[in-house]
């Protein structure tokens, strides 16, 4: 059965660094792109990040560029976000998903989602 599992989260204050793990199972993250996305209460969920299953390709939101790294390792079958610099509008629910080959912005087109790991930016 094929599974994510998101793990890392937590509370952090603002300029603080988390760094994100989610972890496949039941398939092999070769041959699928990688997405992060996020939601805040009240807010839809946005894409933050993703990387294409050739690895060639990446994306940042502009939200996050420069301060946010995705990467995966593919011999533990595990992709990561680090995040860095953190403000406090970088509050939400963070989700990895998977879709096959390339990047997607529209969430309804990845496949499978772990199930979130929260994130609070506060002093």
């Known amino acids: 059965q094929m599974h994510l599992e998101e793990s890392g989260g937590g509370l952090v204050q603002p300029g603080g660094s988390l760094s994100l793990s989610c972890a496949a199972s039941?398939?092999?993250?070769?041959?699928?792109?990688i997405g992060w996305f996020r939601q805040a209460p009240g807010k839809e969920r946005e894409r933050v990040s993703c990387?294409?299953?050739?690895?060639?390709?990446?994306y940042y939101a502009d939200s996050v560029k420069g301060r946010f790294t995705i990467s995966r390792e593919i011999a533990k079958n595990t992709m990561y976000l680090q995040m860095n610099s953190l403000k406090p509008e970088d509050t939400a629910v963070y989700y990895c998903?998977?879709?096959?080959?390339?990047?997607?912005?529209?969430?309804?087109?990845?496949?499978?989602w772990g199930q979130g790991t929260q994130v609070t930016v506060s002093s």
């Open positions: 998903a998977v879709r096959h080959n390339y990047c997607a912005g529209n969430a309804r087109m990845y496949d499978l």
């Open positions: 039941g398939f092999t993250l070769d041959d699928y792109a």
């Open positions: 990387i294409s299953a050739s690895g060639g390709y990446t």
